[in-house]
C-alpha cells in the first residue's frame, strides 16, 4: 500500500489506521505486510463498501479533512470497488506476532 508523504507521520504515530481504496479488486491481503518507509504496514481488515458509507468521520479517521478530499485521492485509477482497510504501523525492528498464536502459547504453558 502506497500512502501520500503527508499521511505517513500520522500511520507511524498509530493516528491513521483505515483506508479508503477504489480498485478494480483487493490490492492487498488480510494479515500481511506491505513495507512504508522504515516499517511495515500490516493489513488487520478488508471490507467492501459503497461510496455512500464514506463518513465525514471516516474521512477524518483516514487523515483527510473532508470526503470530498478523500474521494478526490481515491479515485485515481480506473477501479469501481470501495474498500475499507484497517492496519496498524509495525515500527522497524518490531515483531508481530498473529493473536491467534499468542493465545497458543499461553494456553500451552
Known amino acids: 500500500m502506497v500512502f501520500t508523504k503527508r499521511l ?3 500511520i507511524r504515530r498509530g493516528r491513521i489506521r483505515c483506508s479508503i481504496r477504489i480498485w478494480t479488486r483487493p490490492h492487498v491481503k488480510v494479515g500481511r505486510r506491505y513495507r512504508m518507509d522504515e516499517g511495515y504496514i500490516v493489513v488487520d481488515s478488508i471490507a467492501p463498501i459503497t ?16 470526503v470530498d478530499e478523500l474521494l478526490r485521492i481515491a479515485r485515481h485509477g ?6 475499507l482497510i484497517r492496519f496498524h504501523y509495525l515500527p522497524p525492528g518490531a515483531w508481530d506476532t498473529p493473536r491467534w498464536r499468542h493465545r497458543q502459547r499461553i494456553g500451552s504453558l
Open 8 to 10: 505517513r507521520e500520522g
Open 51 to 66: 461510496v455512500t458509507d464514506v463518513t465525514y468521520d471516516l474521512a477524518r479517521e483516514s487523515g483527510f479533512e473532508s
Open 78 to 83: 480506473s477501479g469501481d470497488k470501495v474498500y
